[in-house]
């Protein structure tokens, strides 16, 4: 597996409650991405990160922020989760190089209930 | 919105029997990638195909690619009952140099 980690694994929470997953990798990759997957929707682009402090929305990015500091950790900042938000968030990494979309690696994920 | 869609949604068949699985997009792509789940796991990347390749083998794996039709195939030669798993096609579009979307893959059940 690539070197990525998920914390936490699993969370439980309740609604208006602010929620930080994070994800770090240890090999040096430029990009980072966040997803939700949901049964009937699959994975899903939440934000992305192309460098230290350079982020982007993805297609479901509404009531998700995201912060990258360091090269190695990515983070996913519910501010006032809502049970809408209740799913499996795995992380991707890759190392995209010239014109093409390299391969991503993902990270184990994280299940996260809001009640 | 989805960019690929996986056809069949479920797949069942016999340990040794061919598994084909589909995929379909709707805009130009710079290339193709389907990635494998086993239940409760990340995404695992398979195999990726270029818009000006038409045919990709890995193992027991082919992949073949009409960009006239904007479809996708993936052929499990041999299945094995490790094969259960849901299966994922995804697409980098022309232009994007880092984003995928991926599709809402099909869940093959290999039975022994």
């Known amino acids: 597996d690539a070197g990525i980690t998920q914390s936490p694994r699993h969370k439980v929470t309740e609604t208006g409650t602010p929620v930080t997953l994070r994800c770090h990798q240890t090999e040096n990759h430029r990009y980072m991405y966040w997803y939700r997957q949901d049964p009937g929707h699959g994975l899903r682009l939440i934000h992305y990160?192309?460098?230290?402090?350079?982020?982007d929305k993805g297609e479901v990015s509404d009531g998700y922020s995201v912060s990258r500091s360091k090269t190695e950790d990515f983070l996913l900042t519910l501010e006032s989760a809502t049970s809408s938000q209740t799913s499996v968030y795995f992380c991707?990494?890759?190392?995209?190089?010239?014109?093409?979309?390299?391969?991503?690696?993902f990270g184990p994920g994280t299940r996260l209930t809001v009640l | 919105s989805q960019q690929g869609e996986e056809d069949p949604q479920a797949l069942s068949i016999q340990e040794g029997e061919n598994a084909t699985m589909n995929c379909s997009y709707k805009?130009?792509?710079?290339?193709l990638q389907w990635y494998r789940q086993n239940s409760g796991r990340g995404l695992v990347h398979l195999i990726l195909i270029r818009s000006n390749e038409r045919e990709k083998h890995s193992g027991r794996l082919r992949v073949t690619l009409d960009t006239s039709k904007k479809s996708s195939s993936l052929l499990i030669t041999a299945s094995r009952a490790a094969d259960t798993a849901s299966y994922f096609c995804a697409t980098g579009p022309g232009g994007s140099n880092y984003k995928l979307t991926f599709g809402k893959g099909t869940l093959l059940t290999v039975n022994p």
């Open positions: 990160s192309y460098g230290v402090k350079d982020t």
């Open positions: 991707a990494i890759s190392e995209s190089s010239g014109r093409a979309t390299d391969t991503q690696y």
């Open positions: 805009t130009s792509i710079n290339n």
